[in-house]
């Protein structure tokens, strides 16, 4: 127990004096994570807006299947990210195995799948309404999936945090694609476990605090955004 206290001192000591491996680890962890969904918004938003708006043939399977990646595991996801960028893999020729550019990409492959089906169930309703007003002006496609992304801009962006939320904590697929190389592709999670390994309990609880406090930061977003209490009362 006293271990755990002595710990707990020395992480808020690391915290209060901005250590820099903790500060440079965190901002690593914010650009990557930061930076993959930007990517994933740009492809899942406009995804899901188009399955909540077009009807075709294999729509409800496409649905189904966009739901179940929901839940592919991220070690499953590294591995196969790591297979095609390894040397002997098809896009082994670029070099970008163990460098933050392959995790963003593993983490936008976990994250879209979420963001889209979110998107596509927030603006459902909202096509149902629109739906009839939108034909009758004679609008394009184009028209449309513009007025349903603005008008649902507060619940898309619930879906980006929701991303942003799942991909600041994964930590399997990271590791594998990334190698948890120091000050080149280590961020908050893969140093947590390293730290952890090794003993050093203070830097893995000040690293773990600012995790847990983007996550918290995060999930108020998300709860503001959606106006979960209004006037008191949930």
Not at 7 to 30: K, M
Not at 91 to 114: D, N, R, S, Y
């Amino acid at each position: 127990m006293g271990e755990l206290w002595e710990g707990l001192a020395q992480a808020v000591r690391l915290l209060i004096t901005f250590d820099s491996d903790l500060v440079e680890i965190t901002l690593r962890s914010l650009a990557v994570t930061c930076t993959a969904v930007v990517i994933a918004s740009a492809i899942a938003l406009p995804l899901g807006a188009i399955l909540a708006m077009r009807r075709f043939k294999y729509r409800r399977l496409t649905i189904a299947i966009l739901n179940a990646l929901m839940g592919l595991p991220p070690v499953v996801v590294g591995l196969i990210v790591y297979v095609i960028f390894s040397r002997s893999g098809p896009l082994g020729v670029l070099g970008l195995l163990f460098t933050p550019t392959v995790m963003v990409i593993a983490q936008v492959i976990i994250i879209v799948p979420l963001i889209a089906s979110i998107t596509q169930q927030a603006l459902r309703e909202l096509w149902s309404d629109y739906r009839d007003l939108l034909i009758s002006l004679n609008t394009t496609i184009p028209q449309r999936l513009g007025t349903l992304l603005w008008d649902g801009r507060r619940a898309l962006l619930t879906a980006s945090l929701a991303g942003f939320g799942r991909a600041i904590g994964e930590v399997g697929a990271i590791m594998i694609v990334g190698g948890n190389i120091d000050n080149h592709t280590r961020v908050l999670t893969t140093a947590i476990a390293l730290e952890t390994g090794k003993g050093e309990f203070a830097m893995a609880l000040g690293l773990g605090f600012i995790l847990i406090a983007l996550a918290i930061a995060v999930n108020i977003a998300i709860h503001t955004l959606s106006h979960t209490e209004q006037e008191g009362r949930w």
